[in-house]
C-alpha cells in the first residue's frame, strides 16, 4: 500500500524557562515513521512518552514553546506532495486543517464551543473553509452527515454539556471527518469513557476508515484497544519509537522488552498469577538517560545499552525494533 505520510529523523523539544536557566524537553527525539494510505495507525506508550507531541507536529499545530529542531514530514495528499513543516500558517488554514488532516484532540471537548449550539460548531468549521451559500441545502448536508455515522439528528440542536461523553466524542469525530479528510488523527479518545460506550465510539472510528479508505492514527495508552482496533503498532518510549509491526505480528511477538512488558500487562481473564510489574516511571525528557533510555527500567539491560542508543533493527514482517538484545538476531545485523 502506498504511503500518505513519511517522517524522517524528527526531533520536536518544548524550550522552557524556569528561574532564568532554560531546559529543552525532548518530547520527540528522532523519529522515523511512515503511515500507509488506507490503514489504522496505533500509537503506544506510558503517559508523558511524547505521543501528544509527535501528533501536534503531525498535524501541523505546533505552537510555542514547541519548536521543530530536525527532520522532515512528507505527505503525499489528494493535491500534491508537501513537507508539512514548511507550509505557510493561512494555507495550513485554508487547505490542510480539517480538509486533509482532521484531529480529534486529547480531550476533544475543546473543539465544541460550550456556549454553541453542535450545528453551530459545525457551521463555525464549514464556513471558514467553504462558506455558506444555501442555508437549507447546508442544514441538510450536515444533518445526512451526521445520520450517516449514526447519530440522532438531535445531537445538532444541542449544546455540548446536554451531551453524554461518548455522544460528544462521536460529535467530535463527525465534525473531524465533514470534509473527507485524507488523515484523522485521534488522541485518547476513549480514555474518558466507559468500556461499553468506548467499544461504540471505536466502532464509529473503524466504520468511517473502511468506508472512506483513508488514515486513521489513533493514539492511545491502552493496548487492548490497539489490539482491537490498528492494523500496524507504534511503541513509543521516552521521546522515541521503539518498536513497531503489524498489530497481530507485534501481539504475537513483541520484541522490546517494553512492548513485552505493555502487553503482558493486559489483563486476561481469569489468570490470577499477577503481572511482572515494570518499576518506576519514564524519565525527565529535560535530561533523559544515555544510551537506551528505557535502560534504568529494564530487567534484561547490559553494559551497552548505558551508553549506546540503539538502532532501529529491521526484524522482517515489516517489524522493527529498537534494543541491543536484538543485535544479533535481526536479518541485517546477520549478514
Ligand atoms: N507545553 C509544554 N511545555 C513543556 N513541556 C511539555 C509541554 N507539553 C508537554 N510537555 C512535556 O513533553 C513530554 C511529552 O508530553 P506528551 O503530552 O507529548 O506525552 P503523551 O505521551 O501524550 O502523554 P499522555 O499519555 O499523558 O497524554 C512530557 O515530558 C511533557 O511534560
Ligand atoms: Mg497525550
Given at each position: 500500500?502506498?504511503?500518505l505520510?513519511?517522517?524522517?529523523g524528527?526531533?520536536?523539544?518544548?524550550k522552557t524557562?524556569?528561574?532564568?536557566?532554560?531546559?529543552l524537553?525532548?518530547?520527540?527525539?528522532?523519529?522515523?515513521?511512515?503511515?500507509?494510505?488506507?490503514?489504522?495507525?496505533?500509537?503506544?506508550?506510558?503517559s508523558?512518552?511524547?505521543?501528544t507531541?509527535?501528533?501536534k507536529v503531525?498535524?501541523?499545530?505546533?505552537?510555542?514553546?514547541?519548536?521543530?529542531?530536525?527532520?522532515s514530514?512528507?505527505?503525499?495528499?489528494?493535491?500534491?506532495?508537501k513537507?508539512?513543516?514548511?507550509?505557510?500558517n493561512?494555507?495550513?488554514?485554508?487547505?490542510?486543517?480539517?480538509?486533509?488532516?482532521?484531529y480529534?484532540?486529547?480531550?476533544?471537548?475543546s473543539?465544541?464551543?460550550?456556549?454553541?449550539?453542535v450545528m453551530?460548531t459545525?457551521?463555525?468549521?464549514?464556513?471558514?473553509?467553504e462558506?455558506?451559500?444555501?442555508?437549507?441545502?447546508?442544514?441538510?448536508?450536515?444533518?445526512e452527515?451526521?445520520?450517516?455515522l449514526?447519530?440522532p439528528?438531535?445531537?445538532?440542536?444541542s449544546?455540548?454539556?446536554?451531551?453524554?461523553?461518548g455522544?460528544?466524542?462521536?460529535?467530535?469525530?463527525?465534525?473531524?471527518t465533514?470534509f473527507?479528510?485524507?488523515?484523522?488523527?485521534?488522541d485518547?479518545?476513549?480514555?474518558?469513557l466507559?468500556?461499553?460506550v468506548?467499544?461504540?465510539?471505536?466502532?464509529?472510528?473503524?466504520e468511517?476508515?473502511?468506508?472512506?479508505?483513508?488514515?486513521?492514527?489513533?493514539?492511545?495508552?491502552?493496548?487492548?484497544?490497539h489490539?482491537?482496533?490498528a492494523d500496524?503498532?507504534?511503541?513509543m518510549?521516552?521521546?522515541?519509537l521503539?518498536?513497531?509491526a503489524p498489530a497481530?505480528?507485534?501481539?504475537r511477538?513483541?520484541?522490546h522488552?517494553?512492548?513485552?512488558?505493555?502487553?503482558?500487562?493486559?489483563?486476561?481473564?481469569?489468570?490470577?498469577?499477577?503481572k511482572?510489574?515494570?518499576?518506576g516511571?519514564?524519565?525527565n525528557?529535560?535530561?533523559?538517560?544515555?544510551?537506551c533510555?528505557?535502560?534504568?527500567?529494564c530487567?534484561?539491560a547490559?553494559?551497552?545499552?548505558?551508553?549506546?542508543?540503539?538502532?532501529?533493527?529491521?526484524?522482517?514482517e515489516?517489524?522493527?525494533?529498537?534494543?541491543?538484545?536484538l543485535?544479533n538476531?535481526?536479518?541485517e545485523?546477520?549478514q
Amino acid at each position: 500500500m502506498a504511503n500518505l505520510l513519511q517522517v524522517q529523523g524528527l526531533k520536536a523539544y518544548y524550550k522552557t524557562e524556569m528561574y532564568g536557566i532554560s531546559r529543552l524537553v525532548k518530547a520527540v527525539d528522532d523519529v522515523t515513521m511512515n503511515l500507509k494510505k488506507n490503514e489504522i495507525y496505533g500509537i503506544a506508550g506510558e503517559s508523558s512518552c511524547g505521543k501528544t507531541t509527535l501528533i501536534k507536529v503531525l498535524s501541523g499545530t505546533i505552537k510555542n514553546p514547541l519548536k521543530v529542531y530536525e527532520g522532515s514530514v512528507n505527505y503525499q495528499f489528494k493535491r500534491g506532495e508537501k513537507d508539512i513543516l514548511t507550509v505557510p500558517n493561512d494555507e495550513l488554514q485554508r487547505d490542510i486543517r480539517w480538509k486533509e488532516i482532521a484531529y480529534v484532540m486529547q480531550g476533544s471537548m475543546s473543539v465544541l464551543n460550550p456556549v454553541r449550539k453542535v450545528m453551530k460548531t459545525f457551521e463555525d468549521i464549514i464556513a471558514t473553509h467553504e462558506g455558506i451559500k444555501n442555508r437549507k441545502e447546508f442544514n441538510e448536508r450536515i444533518r445526512e452527515h451526521v445520520k450517516k455515522l449514526g447519530l440522532p439528528p438531535d445531537v445538532l440542536k444541542s449544546y455540548p454539556h446536554e451531551l453524554s461523553g461518548g455522544m460528544r466524542q462521536r460529535v467530535a469525530i463527525a465534525l473531524a471527518t465533514v470534509f473527507h479528510p485524507s488523515l484523522i488523527i485521534a488522541d485518547e479518545p476513549t480514555t474518558a469513557l466507559d468500556v461499553v460506550v468506548q467499544r461504540g465510539v471505536l466502532q464509529l472510528l473503524k466504520e468511517i476508515q473502511s468506508a472512506s479508505h483513508n488514515t486513521v492514527m489513533l493514539v492511545t495508552h491502552d493496548m487492548a484497544v490497539h489490539a482491537n482496533v490498528a492494523d500496524r503498532v507504534g511503541i513509543m518510549y521516552a521521546g522515541r519509537l521503539v518498536e513497531e509491526a503489524p498489530a497481530d505480528v507485534i501481539f504475537r511477538r513483541p520484541r522490546h522488552p517494553y512492548t513485552q512488558h505493555l502487553i503482558s500487562s493486559l489483563p486476561v481473564i481469569g489468570d490470577k498469577t499477577g503481572k511482572g510489574s515494570l518499576d518506576g516511571t519514564p524519565p525527565n525528557l529535560a535530561n533523559p538517560p544515555e544510551g537506551c533510555r528505557f535502560h534504568p527500567r529494564c530487567k534484561e539491560a547490559m553494559k551497552i545499552c548505558k551508553t549506546q542508543v540503539p538502532a532501529m533493527l529491521d526484524m522482517g514482517e515489516e517489524h522493527r525494533a529498537a534494543c541491543h538484545l536484538l543485535n544479533n538476531e535481526a536479518p541485517e545485523a546477520k549478514q
